[in-house]
């Protein structure tokens, strides 16, 4: 089984709204990941999370806030986002949590954010 | 630095012809790993193949082969008599250390596959 799961599949948000995205697995992968994705651009990482602990952070703005309450779980707090923001956000997880993991990543279907 | 180029933005066939999709990459690491992702429309990345530098042998499954050559430092991807439902955007990918320290996912730029009937 090789499914990791995202909510909500579509959300719409004013610049002022406080929300979040949630992702799950139940692999017992030790590694998460958050990535954003513009239309017709390839995924950038944002954050990385290794067993449950942030290792990478690609200079992400703080209005974007990530959380890893335990190793299936992984959350994104979004607070304060410009319009520029709107993008597919996309959560994935490995085996394998070390900052020299080479193991496949595996995605989740995304979530759709627009930021009005 | 490491990257991934998709020369190929957007590829149109008819049904049953075969396709390749070509895949370029540059890298200093002696061991990376080298990926193919399918992105549908509805937006998940599917995950299709993972191969590692040391092992350069092609590899098929069903309608898909890939051909991995060291000396010209690609990987492509060919779908033999293509389907409908082979229309997505695909992804080649690097995963190495590079200048940054740690293992990250290069994506390329991506190909649009569109399989009309």
């Known amino acids: 089984d090789t499914e990791v799961t995202q909510t909500p599949k579509h959300l719409v948000m004013g610049m002022t709204n406080k929300k979040s995205l949630k992702c799950e697995q139940h692999m017992g992968h030790r590694a998460m990941y958050w990535y954003k994705q513009k239309a017709k651009k390839p995924p950038e990482l944002m954050f990385v999370y290794s067993y449950e602990k942030l290792s990478i952070n690609e200079s992400v703005p703080s209005r974007f806030s990530p959380e890893c309450p335990n190793s299936s779980l992984l959350n994104l707090h979004l607070h304060a986002l410009q319009p520029e923001d709107s993008a597919l956000y996309l959560c994935a997880s490995s085996q394998d949590g070390g900052s020299s993991s080479t193991d496949t990543q595996y995605f989740g279907p995304g979530t759709r954010l627009t930021v009005l | 630095a490491q990257k991934v180029t998709q020369a190929q933005t957007e590829i149109s066939v008819v049904e049953k012809e075969d396709v390749t999709l070509d895949c370029v990459y540059e890298?200093?690491?002696?061991?990376?790993?080298l990926f193919w992702y399918k992105q549908p429309p509805s937006g998940e990345l599917v995950f299709l193949i993972r191969r590692n530098s040391f092992d350069e042998q092609n590899e098929i499954s069903g309608r898909y082969s890939w051909n991995f050559q060291k000396s010209t430092s690609s990987f492509n991807f060919t779908i033999t008599a293509s389907q409908v439902v082979d229309s997505a955007v695909y992804f080649c990918?690097?995963?190495?250390?590079?200048?940054?320290?740690?293992?990250?996912?290069?994506f390329g730029t991506g190909t649009r596959l569109l399989v009309s009937p």
């Open positions: 890298t200093r690491d002696t061991t990376y790993y």
């Open positions: 990918a690097l995963s190495g250390v590079g200048d940054t320290g740690f293992q990250k996912l290069v």
